[in-house]
Nanobody, 120 residues
Framework: VQLQAYGGGLVQAGDSLKLSCAAS????????MGWYRQAPGKQRELVTT???????NYADSVKGRFTISRDNAKNTVYLQMNSLKPGDTAVYYC???????????????WGQGTQVTVSS
């Protein structure tokens, strides 16, 4: 299984950026997908998650600015980030909790991370 994230970059404060992450491999089903981020010197933190049923959770720091969406047919999750702030600067990691073909258990997978830098 691979999670391939795209869309990071360098933007100015107030700009928008959209991340995408596609899961591929022998996937039977995906329970949830989401985004986490890790700033230099800080622990990885939750940004947002979305379940297969569409239940969404946001960190308080991004509510009203970030929007997560998901294309179940493409095993892809998106993160639309608006009104970006310098405090949003971090490596953003895609996450998926999924069940492999032939397995009865679900496992946690991580993408490689994509850098988002917001200048003031």
């Amino acid at each position: 299984v691979q999670l391939q994230a795209y869309g990071g970059g360098l933007v100015q404060a107030g700009d928008s950026l959209k991340l995408s992450c596609a899961a591929s491999g022998s996937i039977f089903s995906i329970n949830a997908m989401g985004w986490y981020r890790q700033a230099p010197g800080k622990q990885r933190e939750l940004v947002t998650t979305i379940t297969s049923g569409g239940r969404i959770n946001y960190a308080d720091s991004v509510k009203g600015r970030f929007t997560i969406s998901r294309d179940n047919a493409k095993n892809t999750v998106y993160l639309q980030m608006n009104s970006l702030k310098p405090g949003d600067t971090a490596v953003y990691y895609c996450n998926a909790i999924l069940r492999l073909s032939g397995s009865f258990s679900s496992y946690n997978y991580w993408g490689q991370g994509t850098q988002v830098t917001v200048s003031s």
